[in-house]
């Protein structure tokens, strides 16, 4: 078996249909990354053709796990933030496919973005995750600290809702 590689995503039209796959299988399965079942694939390339374009222009960095030539998991690390907030970054869009969980992806991307964070000097990393299903119990293991929760903060892919847990983390 392949060893897991992770690194930062360019704009390629092979990296758009592989991320829109991603998501949508994602969204499919019932993960909360902002998006209702169903998601049209062309509304996931159009997504991810933004995100990367923004990539490209500093204000984020889109990271993906691969297994030899396949994209299995992503993560992406949001660097944009208010003039008062430079020390701070945000995770979003943090998704493993469901064959190839428990295996470490998530846990490998975390630490890469953590490195990247550090590296642009940010001290901070933010992020929110649902209250229902979602990746708290693993944010937790990586270091990560419950702020809070609200209630019914947003939909469920599948409809329903669902509360959002905050999650902050001090990189030294």
Known sequence: MPEITIRP?????????????LIVETVAGGGSVSFMHPLAVEDARAFWQGSLAAAVEGRRVILGAFDGEALVGTLT??????????????????????SHRGRGIATALIGAAEQIARAKGRTLIVLDTASDGGAGPLYERCGFRLAGEI???????????TGTLYYYKELT
């Not at 690390?77 to 998704?95: G, I, S, V």
């Not at 019914?152 to 809702?161: D, R, T, W």
């Open 151 to 161: 209630p019914n903060y947003a939909l469920k892919p599948h409809g329903g809702y």
């Open 77 to 98: 690390l949001l660097l944009d933030c208010p003039p008062n907030q430079p020390h701070r970054a945000e995770f979003a869009k943090m998704m493993t496919r469901p």
């Open 9 to 21: 995503l360019g704009p390629d039209a092979a990296t758009i249909e592989a991320l829109a796959t």
